[in-house]
């Protein structure tokens, strides 16, 4: 089937630009000589994180532990879960690190360690743990320069219950960077954040740490991974228009596209309406340069040339476009280049994989938490 | 089992505060004599739909075709599909039309019609047809002020392919109100809007259309429906942040909410991360006045009382609090009231019903398109 005859909305996902971005992002891992174990939280599925590791079953990250236990069953069988585990999800992760070689878990706070400890005097539980490092995003991890940090890091580093791996960065505030200068910044921050603290704890005694890293931006722009022994990159399977916008990526290695059809033609106010609305692109504006330029994503030409429109409101199932050019009639079918990927991928239950124009196969990711 | 020992996120539909919700806007209909055709899209279940209607099946709106496949699977048989139908999904309209009662339809240009009549010389479909008039909004629909509106409504009275049913408006821009007064201006304007249409076409001898309106804002601050035939509110089952801060309903009739974990505590920063990020509550941020009080929902006690904390920030999977107030330890249960429940719900598979503390039900909504 040609995907012009696919149903609308239609999230599609240009098989030969996942494989360029999968390729090149583990042959830069190779060449860095640093363990590869990306995230699959944008894609959530089976396909793309064998392509991933060349077609291979390899380490892997992931963000809830529903798409752990989705990989589990797909034969991965060394998984990190990068978000702070609820103390509730423990019994959970237990059980399924049970099964696998490897399931390392994220903590950040004394509280998950007692929940843990607690646990192991319960029923003998033990864990595979990282210790998140706030390397300047200011959303989870501890601050590498207090005290208290360090006084943590001694304590899982002596506890029965914690199997102590390793260290777990992740630049979040690349996204907020504006230009590559800014990125490759932040690339150099979130590595010494993390090998400042570990050589600290080497200096205590406190050995064998893998120092882990990544986020798409800083993975995108550094020539090779230096100072770190895992980088975990996710987004750049997929990028989007943000990761354009920002430098990481150009325009022709991105590789999804939420296939749209014009259903209100309004020329007297300059006006579209699109069937792709909230529940298919995500309400993500991105980044401020973006929604100035597009808004809520990047309206395309079958071809993926960039139109003059800006998809200026999404309500529900409706996308609001303003033309600066012609106004396309009712029937047109337009492809819209998401801002988030990771978002807009989460709004389908299944994505229409295409090989030129020709719709060759249909991935399921995976769901919920 | 108790709703606080699910894992989190989940989302949380009180039966009591919907059946209120229900039976509210059901009375308002009757004794306004109007007919009701609740809007389903908001929680897009079988079990929400039967209480829109007393426990029984009756009229309703949809905004997918997905959704009135869902429906009719469990017998409703009179549905109105509330948004422009695209070209291409004429032949589904048609097939599943032919299984109903009723689908109604709506268009609103000439290019539309058009590939009605096609269809019909092809293989003799026939479509019930909504006119959509713009009431202000300026997102889909006629402007009844304009000629040529007149026109596509005179073509489609005389058309074989068309049922023309009658006219359909919906006063989204409700939405932008700040206070009632504004609402119930919009909700003058509104039925005004399609009225003066209808008196022009009734002139011009098309006569016996329905008059639709509905929007939850404008149909929940006036105390009874007049001048129009039928109502399609459907927000007004669950509201939301949004809808208490416009006017629409008071906050304990919010009958949704997303159970969640603080997993991250930062009381140096003033700081937390809950496991409700992008994925669980979407990133609608709301009105401005929402957006400078809440943020991205209101982060509630477990008995939903307010807390002097601001959604700031949502990733994928971790929602950033700042606190004005204690920073709550890892491991604390939350409720966060959505900014807007319509998006809220469709980011979860399954809700969890509950009964006071007790989970009671599970429902499973309609997905995709």
């Avoid at 490092?133 to 029965?160: N, Q, W």
């Avoid at 050589?199 to 550094?222: D, F, H, Q, Y």
């Avoid at 990771?342 to 124009?357: K, S």
């Amino acid at each position: 089937m040609n995907y012009t005859d696919l149903p609308t909305p239609a999230f599609l996902v240009d098989r030969s630009r996942v494989q360029q971005n999968c390729d090149r992002m583990r042959a830069k891992a190779q060449r860095s000589n640093v363990a590869f174990r990306p995230h699959v939280k944008t894609h959530k599925t089976v396909e793309i994180a064998k392509m991933q590791h060349g077609g291979a079953i390899g380490p892997v990250t992931v963000s809830t532990i529903a798409e752990a236990e989705f990989l589990a069953s797909a034969g991965f069988s060394d998984i990190t879960y990068a978000v702070p585990i609820a103390p509730q999800h423990l019994g959970r992760a237990a059980e399924l690190g049970a099964r696998l070689d490897r399931l390392n878990v994220l903590i950040d706070s004394e509280t998950a360690l007692d929940a843990m400890e607690a646990r192991h005097l319960a029923d003998g539980a033990t864990f595979d743990v990282f210790l998140k490092i706030d390397c300047g995003y200011h959303r989870a991890g501890v601050d590498p320069k207090r005290t208290e940090s360090f006084a943590l890091a001694r304590r899982m580093a002596a506890s029965c219950a914690v199997r102590f791996r390793g260290l777990l960065t992740h630049a979040g505030h690349s996204y907020n960077a504006t230009n590559i200068d800014d990125v490759i910044r932040i690339a150099a921050e979130e590595v010494s954040a993390v090998s400042g603290f570990w050589r600290k704890l080497e200096l205590g005694g406190i050995t064998g740490l893998i120092r882990s890293v990544g986020s798409t931006p800083t993975a995108s722009v550094v020539e090779r991974f230096d100072g770190c022994d895992e980088v975990r990159p996710g987004n750049y399977v997929f990028y989007d228009a943000f990761q354009q916008a920002m430098g990481s990526c150009r325009s022709d290695e991105v590789a999804v596209s939420v296939l749209a059809t014009v259903i209100g033609s309004y020329p007297e106010r300059k006006q579209a309406i699109v069937d792709a609305g909230a529940l298919a692109l995500s309400k993500d504006a991105g980044a401020i340069q973006l929604d100035a330029r597009c808004g809520y994503g990047t309206v395309c030409s079958l071809d993926l040339e960039p139109l003059p429109m800006r998809l200026v409101a999404l309500s529900q199932e409706h996308g609001k476009v303003e033309c600066t050019g012609a106004v396309p009639p009712v029937g047109t079918r337009l492809r819209i280049m998401p801002n988030h990927s990771c978002l807009t991928a989460a709004m389908f239950d299944r994505y229409h994989v295409i090989d030129g124009d020709e719709v060759t196969d249909e991935w399921r990711p995976a769901r919920g938490w």
